[in-house]
DNA sequence: ATAGTGTCTCGAGTAGCTAGAGGTTCAAGA
DNA sequence: TCTTGAACCTCTAGCTACTCGAGACACTAT
């Protein structure tokens, strides 16, 4: 059996981040010791090294508690399962795109400053006046994260 | 003069975002009617417009703010500014390189999948054994939100 | 026995908003 | 003038996915 410390080093997790998952009902409530502290097995750490590779490749944890679901019925068809990932994919993909407009807008910006005074800057200017943009990078403000 | 509403159309920034900047000191405490509504002069829209463009272009809050206290400058250099700029166009580019790891990754693992049963699912499989992967798509979840 | 590390719970904080409750103000139509 | 409905006000809580700190208890090694 594992201290949560261990279980953490062995997953590559941080200890409060694993309690936290408890918490939020993604582990299971774990056994404890004697003393109160937390103890786990081998299917623990299998679970958390799943959870910690799908957060490593994006998946939200609302997905992850789905794909963990669907993980514990392996009969079932894996029609879910593979429309989790392509939802995925698709989600990083459309992040990839936004991002890359934004970096050559990014780029044009940078690429403009003189290095002279704020008055004359470029990238002021071109913040002040959305006219100067090459391209539409997004009248959303969607959030986008990693 | 505008009121909130009209200020937000016009900079397409939502009403409660508006009072979120100016609670945040974002924008300087409006004006208020005899009615204790807020209205906004031209200076306003402009510096909304600033905020609403720079956001849009992936910055965070705290560098717009440090952005909008160099345009209020304008004799200084603007070497401050530009490396400001700067730094967002990396953590852009970083952002890009992680998700197309990430994509490549989703990918192969999408293509794997046969569509038979969740016992034989590749995306299952592959998820619970880092092994699989072909790269090292990050062994740190940082967090990035654009 | 004691020092030092690990663990416990609980609450608050992060970014950048968004949504809701419950109440006031304003502009337009009857 | 009255009334309706939209827009406004403040305040609080919620979202994601953690992260940190306080103050107390447990365990290990010397």
């Known amino acids: 059996m594992l201290t949560i410390g261990k279980l953490g080093k062995s997953a590559h997790v941080k200890v409060p981040t694993i309690r936290y998952y408890e918490q939020i009902g993604l582990l299971p409530e774990a056994e404890r010791s004697s003393g109160n502290q937390r103890l786990y ?24 508690r789905d794909l963990l679901g669907l ?24 992040r990839i795109a936004r991002l890359l407009m934004l970096k050559s807008e ?6 403009q400053c003189a290095g002279g005074r704020v008055e004359d800057c470029r990238v002021i200017e071109v913040l002040g006046n959305h006219a100067h943009c090459a391209a539409e990078h ?7 994260s990693e």
Request: aromatic fraction near 4%; hydrophobic fraction near 45%; include cysteine.
């Open 41 to 64: 097995g081998r299917g623990a750490l299998d679970r958390l090294s799943f959870i910690r590779h799908a957060r490593e490749l994006g998946f939200p944890l609302d997905a992850i």
């Open 71 to 94: 993980s514990d019925r392996p009969d079932q068809p894996c029609d879910a399962v593979d429309s989790i990932a392509k939802a995925q994919l698709l989600a990083v993909e459309g």
């Open 106 to 111: 990014l780029e044009r910006m940078v690429a």
């Open 138 to 144: 997004g009248r959303d403000l969607q959030q986008v």
